[in-house]
């Protein structure tokens, strides 16, 4: 070990943290999640970065892959392992203007992504938080305030650079090294460490965004009528829906549903947004016409000793009546966990089911389930967690990897359809047969 750790002091030109160091207690943790590893590995470079995996395969380390830190399981710090923490490696570069490419670091965020975009006129399929890391949202997915318009933010990737677990860099795309190419979209960091996303973007316009509020009471009929309209809707439209929020008054929160018209036409945003309006007595209407950046909002930071805990499924359109049902009868009780509703399809549902390892492109919605608050709290509200979740299984497949708390293998089979997880695992037994990177939703080689 001795030897091996001087080879990495000798070539790592980044910051190597232990325990003792004053920067230890903050870099050994996630937003997230408190961890104990013995290493901390800031690479400066692509080269740190072939150093910190080259010096984890020697020592037969336990590896965590951080870029923004937001995992909710917390695969962003381990225990008596190393962590490589991607967070330096965080450029935003236009690196073709004529066809608006864009080169990321996987430790960028995605307020730094819009940031930097906003005065080229340009905007990327994103997630909705701005301190939410860009290399873990689009490996996993990418749901979005653009989503039913232009897709996952994985949909907008078009190369990677990726370090493998014998330290080779590859460049992986359509055109080389398809297979890795398809497998990272959607097979997250199951394949090595990601140091560069490539992503086409798109020109944008500011866009109509904001909440439309109606009461607790009008759940039922508000979200039948919301997952309805959406359907049809057009895909400048994406809109989510919450409720239950124990924050905001629980059972008698009201239901809030947001909009993101992507355009800046006042009588094409009201003609898309006016029907939901129409589904109830609307207590707050805030829409309002404001740069892409602001559809951004803060992460939650949760305090010292507070738990989240998430699980999410995804629905097809026959399903909807009865699993809208059940969440709203579920919000409508005392000690409901936080319920978020998102709408896909559109431009989702135009790939095909097959071309990246996210899977789940017919769904007309992906939802999630969240329980927050001190561990005690979590242990007492737990069992009416899982009686929901008992009736909702009937109605709902898969899991999105990026909404889950946990990682348990029925997690994993949630994530992976069974075909997908065949294929998957060939990747990975030719790119980390040795499953090197295994904090993750992890396919076995």
């Known amino acids: 070990m001795s030897t091996t750790l001087d080879t990495l002091r000798r070539e790592f030109s980044g910051d190597i943290i232990e325990p003792g160091d004053t920067a230890y207690e903050l870099a050994s943790r996630t937003v997230l999640a408190q961890g104990t590893p013995a290493y901390v ?30 995992s ?20 935003v570069e236009v690196i073709d203007k004529e066809r608006h490419v864009v080169r990321i670091g996987p430790g960028a965020t995605w307020g730094q992504v819009a940031d ?3 005065p080229h006129g340009l905007s990327i399929s994103s997630g909705d938080s701005r301190s939410v890391g860009v290399g873990g949202l689009t490996l996993g997915g990418g749901i979005g305030w653009k989503v039913r318009k232009y897709g996952l933010a994985l949909d907008n990737v078009i190369a990677a650079e990726v370090v493998i677990a014998t330290g080779e860099v590859i460049r992986a795309s359509a055109e080389e090294v398809d297979e890795l190419f398809w497998a990272i979209r959607g097979g997250g960091g199951n394949f090595g460490v990601v140091t560069a996303l490539e992503f086409a973007t798109h020109e944008t316009t500011d866009v109509f965004f904001g909440r439309i509020a109606f009461p607790a009471a009008e ?23 919450e409720l239950a929020n124990p ?13 993101v018209f992507d355009g800046d036409d006042p009588a094409a945003a009201a003609a898309a947004i006016d029907p939901i309006r129409g589904l109830g007595t609307v207590i707050e209407d805030d829409v309002a016409l404001v740069p892409v950046g ?19 499924g995804f629905v097809d359109e026959a399903s909807v009546p009865d699993v809208l049902g059940i969440l709203a009868e579920t919000g409508a009780v005392e000690g409901s966990p936080v319920i978020a509703i998102r709408s896909v399809g559109g431009a989702v549902a135009r790939v095909d089911d097959d071309a990246t390892a996210y899977a789940h492109r017919q769904a007309e919605l992906m939802f999630a389930t969240t329980m927050v ?57 030719e790119y980390d047969p040795g499953n090197l990177f295994a904090g993750n939703h992890n396919i076995r080689p």
């Open 41 to 70: 590995l800031r690479p400066a470079t692509v080269a740190d970065v072939q150093a910190a995996v080259s010096f984890a395969g020697a020592t037969g380390l336990p590896v965590a892959v951080r870029g923004g830190g937001h």
């Open 72 to 91: 909710f399981p917390g695969f962003g710090t381990n225990a008596d392992g190393v962590v490589i923490d991607l967070g330096r490696l965080a450029d």
């Open 116 to 118: 930097t975009l906003a």
């Open 219 to 241: 759940a039922a009929t508000v979200l039948q009528g919301w997952a309805a309209y959406l359907r049809s809707a057009p895909d400048d439209l994406t809109s989510t829906v």
């Open 247 to 259: 924050f905001a008054g629980g059972p008698e929160a009201p239901v809030v549903v947001r909009v």
């Open 294 to 312: 602001a559809t951004l909002e803060e992460g939650m930071v949760p305090p010292p000793g507070i738990r989240i805990v998430t699980r999410s």
């Open 373 to 429: 608050g001190p561990e005690p709290v979590i242990a007492a509200r737990r069992p009416g967690f899982d009686a929901t979740w008992a009736k909702l299984a009937p109605h709902v497949s898969g899991a999105y990897g990026n909404f889950l708390s946990s990682a348990s293998e029925a997690d994993v089979d949630a994530v992976y359809p069974s075909e997908t997880y065949r294929r998957l695992r060939a990747v990975k037994r």
